[in-house]
């Protein structure tokens, strides 16, 4: 439980990157910047 | 941004991924056995050997990048457009390769450690440092570049986490060196070759192991 639970948050901090990586994007100029 | 960073899995899943997998029991078998000197030595030469094969594998990325776009990527709603927009993209991803890479592996040996704290600690400060970076570089770069924000954002970051991984690590390694099992026993054996009666058995034992052995 020591190393699961700092993990998971690790993990899930991971992800939240790449969330808001496509969050971030949508306010680029180009509007093929998502999909590129 | 996901097309770029899909050509960026690849290379990224066989550096951190597979050399991580492989690294892990070996290290994890060290720490058990109180072997830290050992350790570092393996880290040093694994996480060392990752980067500098991340370092070509960056460059090939950024210039073959445009052509394997082309091929792969450049058919029906996918124009020349896009294909610049991704190349672009994927340049900024493969400036963080080598440090992305140090990062991934580092975290690894805190694991091994049973610290899974310190790499959620960083890993939370490096979300931090990419939001600011992405916000500022969003404000500073212009036209076809503002794509490199992103990208440039998390290379940025993540190099620093490898830096600050490894600095922590070396750290951490620094103060166990003195509880090191097998630099105990080489200490040990080294006393009592210098005690008298030890001098009197060395004709007849056995050649003494190199250091490398020992360690």
Do not use: W
């Amino acid at each position: 439980m020591r190393l699961l639970g700092p993990n998971v948050l690790a993990v899930g901090i991971g992800s939240l990157g790449f969330i808001l990586d496509t969050a971030f994007a949508s306010y680029l100029p180009d509007r093929s910047s998502i999909v590129a | 941004m996901n097309s770029a960073l899909m050509l960026y899995g690849l290379p990224s899943a066989v550096l951190a991924g597979v050399i991580g997998t492989s690294l892990l029991p070996q290290i994890t078998m060290q720490v058990a056995q109180g072997r830290y000197l050992r350790m570092s030595q393996t880290i040093l030469k694994i996480v060392g050997a990752s980067v500098l094969l991340s370092v070509p594998a960056a460059v090939v990325l950024s210039f073959l990048g445009k052509p394997a776009i082309h091929i792969i990527f450049q058919h029906g709603a996918f124009n020349a457009h896009s294909s610049a927009l991704t190349s672009m993209a994927l340049l900024g991803y493969a400036i963080g390769l080598p440090g992305l890479t140090a990062s991934a592996l580092l975290i690894l040996c805190f694991y091994a450690m049973k610290d899974a704290r310190t790499p959620l600690l960083t890993n939370i400060g490096t979300l931090a440092a990419r939001i600011s970076l992405i916000v500022f570089l969003l404000k500073e770069l212009t036209g076809t570049y503002a794509i490199l924000a992103i990208p440039l954002a998390m290379a940025v970051a993540g190099t620093a986490e490898a830096a600050l991984l490894s600095l922590i690590l070396f750290m951490r390694l620094r103060a166990k060196v003195k509880t090191d099992k097998g630099l105990q026993r080489l200490l040990k054996r080294r006393l009592q070759a210098k005690s008298p009666m030890a001098q009197m058995n060395i004709t007849v034992s056995r050649p003494e192991e190199p250091i490398e052995q020992v360690l």
